[in-house]
């Protein structure tokens, strides 16, 4: 039984990357923030668009991005247009932050009067406040710098680091993890681990009837939210019959998950429900929904007796729900 459960998880496994692949091959670590945004970002930064009665005197790109390579912070300036098409790089250790000669090392190495070195500087410094103020991947601007030390903005681009949800509003919570299978028995739980080895048992079983029909896994950060998306995304589905959910309460302890299951559940009519749980408050959690009165759940205390149970309520009820 072991060895064909972990035969399964092997082909179970390269499933889930393979589908998980060609449907994120495209799909950047990053967010492009759009142009509202990055307009109200960089006026708080100090850096405005506005109409200008001179032409410049130089138009200044400066970038800022994550080397992953030395683990560094890249600062890149350039002059476009000009006959050399000069370009300047500084290598900026985070953990030390940018130093002032870098700043003024940046503008010589452009060849730019010395006069014009405070202006450069002040900007790299604005730019760099950002960068890290927002979690920045990447931003690049244009700058137009006059007569008298003004600098205004031609456009900008500011990317975010898209795992930092939890503290950047601008930064959506991300999409759950939701693979479509051929079966009929949704699982759903808040580990990889636990749903691939959920989906193993259900596979191993041999029972038609009791085949894994998707993957979703759950944050526990967004648990209340992502926990009513799934609900209107897998019981709204005609395809499933019984829904497995595998949970281990760490960050949110069992408890909580049920509370908030509950209130799901006093919202639409739910499907039949295996309950594999572990963790944090997990007798209180199995104690609370027995006390809600809720039928057409079992709870299991190992991974092979989810497929029995599945075989249970898929013969007690064909396509039940319960309130």
């Known amino acids: 039984m072991q060895q064909d459960l ?33 307009i109200a970002l960089m006026q708080e930064a100090g850096f405005f668009f506005e109409p200008a009665d001179d032409a410049p005197v130089y138009t200044l790109v400066l970038s800022l991005s994550l080397d992953r390579v030395v683990s560094m912070v890249k600062l890149q300036a350039q002059i476009p247009g000009s006959a050399v098409d000069l370009k300047a ?19 010589g190495d452009l060849n730019l009067p010395q006069e014009w070195w405070p202006l450069v500087a002040s900007a790299c410094e604005r730019l760099y406040r950002l960068y890290l103020t927002y979690d920045a991947v990447r931003i690049t601007m244009t700058l137009n710098l006059h007569q008298g030390g003004h600098m205004i903005l031609q456009n900008a681009h500011i990317w975010l680091d898209d795992h930092a949800h939890y503290r950047q509003p601008l930064v959506p919570a991300p999409d759950m993890e939701y693979v479509t299978l051929t079966g009929r028995v949704a699982v759903v739980g808040n580990g ?8 193993d048992a259900l596979y191993a079983s041999g029972q038609p009837a009791a085949q894994p029909a998707c993957f979703l896994e759950l944050d526990d950060e967004y648990l209340a939210e992502q926990l009513q998306r799934a609900a209107a995304t897998i019981w709204q589905d005609g395809r499933y019959r019984v829904v497995v959910l595998v949970y281990f309460g760490n960050l949110v302890g069992c408890d ?29 959690a199995v104690a609370m929904w027995q006390a809600s009165g809720k039928t057409g759940a079992l709870f299991v205390e190992s991974l092979v007796d989810i497929p029995a149970a599945v075989m249970r309520l898929l013969k007690e009820s064909d396509d039940a729900t319960f309130a």
């Open 89 to 107: 790089v500084e290598m900026v250790d985070a953990m030390v932050g940018l130093h002032r000669y870098q700043m003024t090392n940046l503008a």
């Open 256 to 284: 909580e998950m049920i509370t908030l299951l509950l209130q799901t559940a006093s919202r639409q009519p739910l499907l039949p429900l295996v309950l594999l749980i572990d963790g944090q408050y997990r007798e209180e």
């Open 6 to 38: 972990l035969r399964t998880s092997v082909i179970t496994w390269y499933k889930y990357i393979d589908l998980c692949y060609s449907r994120n091959a495209t799909k950047d670590s990053c967010l492009l923030l759009a142009e509202g945004q990055t």
């Open 192 to 199: 990889t681990g636990m749903i691939l080895s959920a989906m």
